[in-house]
Structures are given as structure tokens and as C-alpha cells.
């Protein structure tokens, strides 16, 4: 376990080097990737989203691709195409930006619903669909989706079937004044992270992955995770609660962080902290809670407040 744990300290470390003062975010990403599981960035633009991304993947050696959604773009375009062959007579597969490891879906929310959904089944699957024919997209797999606040003009809100099939969501936030006034200094030549190199690699990262799911959980965390994501379903605030699988993804949230604090076991602080980034985007508020200004946060929260943590 001690040699993952400097591998994963060091892709932090590294990544800090681009990212200046949002160490809790790039943990959290980490742990995603700890999780095989999907992350929405959702913040302001010029934060720096797509480098916290390109950051991650340059520090595992991945296989890397950026797929810019706009409203013209089409579900072919991410999942690939047929075409016929008329030398063989058979139809060959051409890929779609979709085969590659670590996927940046940049601006998600302002494609089209309908090439939105073309999404889901791979970020469910690990698999693509082509006119009849399955296709598995490279392991590890992981889709990094950033989006700016729906309020800004010619977005299209993700469907809740897909905010559901993210793991987590995080946002960055800018920077603190002095933060940003190093980041000033650092990029004064050039960008950092045109000179990063990689300090892992996916062998490492899908070793590590394994690792994860071997954390133990007690069958009193099991029932203190389900307690939790029962509790948002029961508020009178909420439309939507959580689903079994944000149950799922706590569970895994939870070993994920519990290894990268260099345990073997599960803590009840280690589902406190992940219940917020695990579930606050896949709740729906009610339109009376939002008229009190109530949040996805607040419902987390006090859920969370409202379970007895096992002893």
C-alpha cells in the first residue's frame, strides 16, 4: 500500500505544478480515478477545469483527447461510424473521439440533449454500439465533463440520467489573491504544463484501482452509507433523492479516500467527507425549496447531520 500511496502523493504533487491552491479538488479527482468513475467540473470559465484534466492525464501517462461540444456536434462524432468497405464488401468501423482513456468532454452542456445521451452508454459500459456492433473503449476509462453555471446563455441542462452516471462533481473556484499572483509568476515563460512529465502510469493507476475495492467496510459503514442516501430521498425538499447507485458510489468514494489516507479500512469521516462531491448533483430540489433558497449542498448536508455515525 505504501508504494501507491507516493505514487498518488507524487501525481498530486505534480499537478500542483499547473494548479496553484485547489489541492482538495485535485484530491478529489484523484479519487475518482482511484474509482474508474466519471467527474463533472462545473465552475466559472478560466478557472482552469481543462488543465486540471490535461494535468491528470499527462501525470499517469494516458492516452488523452478533448472533445469540444458545441451544438453542431454529433453523436458519430464521439462514438464513431460505419462506413462500407466496397475492396472487402463489409462495413469497417471507423473510431469515434470516444477510444481513448481519459476523456475531456469540454462544455458538455452546450451540445444537445440528443448528443448529450450518446454517452451513456459508455460511461456506464465501457462499451460504444455502432449499427448492431459493440465496441470497448481503452482501460482505464475515465470522462472528465466541464460545464459553465446553466444560467449562462446557450447551455442545455444535463438530463438527470446522465448527472446520475457521474461519480462525482467538483468545482475549482478562483483563486485566492496571493494564489493568483503566484500563478502569475509561474506562467510567466510558459504554460507548466507544456514541460510536465508523467509520474505514474495506467498499470499503476488500474493496480491501484484494484487496491480500492480490497478496503474493508464494516457492515455498520454499509448501513451508515444507505442510512444517508435514504435520508435525501425522505426530505420534503427533494423531488429526486439519491439513487442505489449513489449509494454505490459512496461506498467506493469512501474506500477510495480511506486508502489515500493510508488505511485499510473505512471510517465514518471518510463518508462525511465524500458525501457532499458523490451526491450533490444527483438530487432534483422540489420548486419550494429553491424559493427558499435551499441547495443540493444543504439537503447533503443535513442528511448527513440527521444519521448517527456507527461508533
Not at 28 to 56: N, R
Request: glycine share 4%; aromatic share 8%.
Amino acid at each position: 500500500m505504501s508504494d501507491h500511496n507516493a505514487m498518488l502523493n507524487n501525481v498530486i504533487d505534480n499537478v500542483e505544478k499547473v494548479i496553484i491552491g485547489k489541492r482538495e479538488a485535485i484530491e478529489l479527482a484523484l479519487c475518482s480515478f482511484l474509482c474508474a468513475g466519471h467527474v463533472l467540473i462545473e465552475d466559472m470559465p478560466g478557472v482552469g477545469k481543462t488543465s486540471l484534466v490535461s494535468a491528470m492525464a499527462k501525470s499517469f501517462n494516458c492516452s488523452f483527447r478533448r472533445i469540444q461540444f458545441t451544438p453542431d456536434i454529433l453523436p458519430s462524432d464521439i462514438t464513431g461510424f460505419s462506413m462500407y468497405n466496397q475492396k472487402t464488401g463489409e462495413f469497417d468501423y471507423h473510431q469515434g473521439a470516444i477510444m481513448s482513456q481519459i476523456i475531456l468532454a469540454d462544455e458538455i452542456n452546450r451540445t444537445s440533449p440528443k448528443t448529450q445521451s450518446s454517452l451513456l452508454e459508455v460511461m456506464e459500459e465501457n462499451q460504444v454500439t455502432v449499427d448492431g456492433e459493440t465496441y470497448n473503449v481503452p482501460q482505464p476509462f475515465i470522462v472528465f465533463a466541464t460545464q459553465n453555471p446553466i444560467e449562462y446563455l446557450g447551455t442545455y441542462p444535463l438530463p438527470e440520467a446522465q448527472l446520475d452516471r457521474f461519480f462525482m462533481r467538483i468545482s475549482l473556484g478562483y483563486p485566492a489573491a496571493e494564489e493568483e499572483s503566484a500563478m502569475l509568476s509561474r506562467f510567466k515563460e510558459s504554460n507548466p504544463i507544456r514541460s510536465l512529465q508523467p509520474v505514474a502510469d495506467s498499470s499503476g493507476l488500474i493496480e491501484a484501482q484494484e487496491l480500492v475495492t480490497k478496503i474493508h467496510v464494516d457492515e455498520k459503514i454499509n448501513k451508515y452509507i444507505v442510512a444517508i442516501v435514504r435520508a435525501t430521498r425522505q426530505s420534503e425538499d427533494v423531488a429526486l433523492g439519491g439513487s442505489p447507485r449513489a449509494s454505490l458510489c459512496l461506498y467506493r468514494a469512501a474506500q477510495a479516500w480511506a486508502l489515500y489516507s493510508r488505511r485499510d479500512f473505512v471510517i465514518p469521516d471518510d463518508v462525511i467527507k465524500m458525501a457532499v462531491p458523490v451526491m450533490e448533483h444527483r438530487l432534483v430540489l422540489k420548486q419550494e425549496a429553491r424559493l427558499k433558497r435551499l441547495t443540493s449542498k444543504d439537503v447533503v448536508d443535513t442528511a448527513v447531520k440527521a444519521v448517527r455515525a456507527p461508533l
